[in-house]
């Protein structure tokens, strides 16, 4: 069709990006508010920030979701979310019921 991959835009990679470093910059800041080198509401303000930004991110590639199948994933994953390999079976479901509904198109 001569379109992009969902991938290879740049909205995506910047949800991506964006997810990625929510991640980890929530770590990063807590062990610092430990070591007392950040404050707690400095941290809140930060994090904050971040969620902003990678909603703003989000919201542009929420687009390109299949709704039901992201509405799927996320009752699987509070039905299951104490159950060991809760989230293997949630993914390999999704994905299943995700190659099907590409199959029918």
Partial sequence: RG??????????????LALNTAYTHEFFLQTLVKRRILRQRTMLLLNQLLMAVSTLAAARVVGHVHLALAACSLLLNLAHRSRPFGEIANFLLVMALGAAVVERA
């Fill in 3 to 16: 379109e992009l991959p969902l991938t290879a835009h740049p909205s995506f990679r910047l949800y991506w």
